[in-house]
């Protein structure tokens, strides 16, 4: 699929809802994507040669499991390489910045929360910028999907995890992770070695 992240943004801008004698204000869940794609098209030689180094005319194909898993190989070395992690992070930003200014045009009256999602490598930017305050805006959380993000982290001199750790502006951090997702990694054993 399309790589992507999401603005997901809480108000309470529908009418109330009376429940009894009181009047309560249902909150309105919408969700601004956030496509960067484009951004790791210099990426798809990389993971066409990749693949070509994977397979053979006597052997058969690349199952789809290795097929994710090189592309997430892929998408995590260039991510390393300064020069393109910097426009990745320029550019994720400006998509981000965009989606939730348009947003905030539309909306003027706003006042609920705001939580980014983003999936694989996605995540592992929105983290950056959160980390960094390269973000105008300060959302109530950060949920990461499938992400490469605690790999990554363990290879960054700049990060030193401890249990106390927390993001700017003490932006929550959920890490969803399942086993069997070549891209994803636990972010517990980064804090607190005995998980």
């Given at each position: 699929g399309i790589p992507k992240v999401e603005v997901a943004a809480a108000a309470g801008a529908a009418p109330p809802v009376s429940r009894g004698s009181e009047a309560v204000m249902p909150r309105k869940e919408e969700v601004l994507e956030v496509s960067w794609e484009p951004l790791t098209v210099r990426g798809e030689d990389l993971r066409e040669r990749l693949?070509?180094?994977?397979?053979?005319?006597?052997?058969?194909?690349?199952?789809?499991?290795?097929?994710?898993?090189?592309?997430?190989?892929?998408?995590?070395?260039?991510?390393?390489?300064?020069?393109?992690?910097?426009?990745m992070l320029a550019a994720i930003a400006e998509r981000v910045e965009t989606a939730y200014r348009v947003f905030r045009e539309s909306r003027p009256s706003f006042n609920g929360c705001v939580v980014l999602l983003g999936?694989?490598?996605?995540?592992?930017?929105?983290?950056?910028?959160?980390?960094?305050?390269?973000?105008?805006?300060?959302?109530?959380?950060?949920?990461?999907?499938g992400s490469p993000l605690p790999t990554l982290l363990t290879f960054d001199e700049t990060f030193s995890p401890t249990p106390s750790f927390s993001l700017p502006g003490n932006t929550r951090m959920l890490n969803i992770y399942f086993s069997s997702d070549a891209r994803a990694s636990r972010m517990e054993p980064l804090f607190a070695r005995e998980l």
């Amino acid at each position: 699929g399309i790589p992507k992240v999401e603005v997901a943004a809480a108000a309470g801008a529908a009418p109330p809802v009376s429940r009894g004698s009181e009047a309560v204000m249902p909150r309105k869940e919408e969700v601004l994507e956030v496509s960067w794609e484009p951004l790791t098209v210099r990426g798809e030689d990389l993971r066409e040669r990749l693949a070509t180094a994977s397979s053979s005319s006597s052997a058969p194909p690349p199952s789809q499991s290795r097929r994710a898993a090189n592309g997430a190989m892929v998408d995590a070395m260039l991510f390393l390489q300064p020069e393109r992690r910097e426009a990745m992070l320029a550019a994720i930003a400006e998509r981000v910045e965009t989606a939730y200014r348009v947003f905030r045009e539309s909306r003027p009256s706003f006042n609920g929360c705001v939580v980014l999602l983003g999936h694989g490598l996605e995540a592992a930017g929105l983290f950056e910028l959160l980390r960094c305050e390269r973000l105008t805006f300060r959302p109530m959380a950060l949920v990461a999907m499938g992400s490469p993000l605690p790999t990554l982290l363990t290879f960054d001199e700049t990060f030193s995890p401890t249990p106390s750790f927390s993001l700017p502006g003490n932006t929550r951090m959920l890490n969803i992770y399942f086993s069997s997702d070549a891209r994803a990694s636990r972010m517990e054993p980064l804090f607190a070695r005995e998980l």
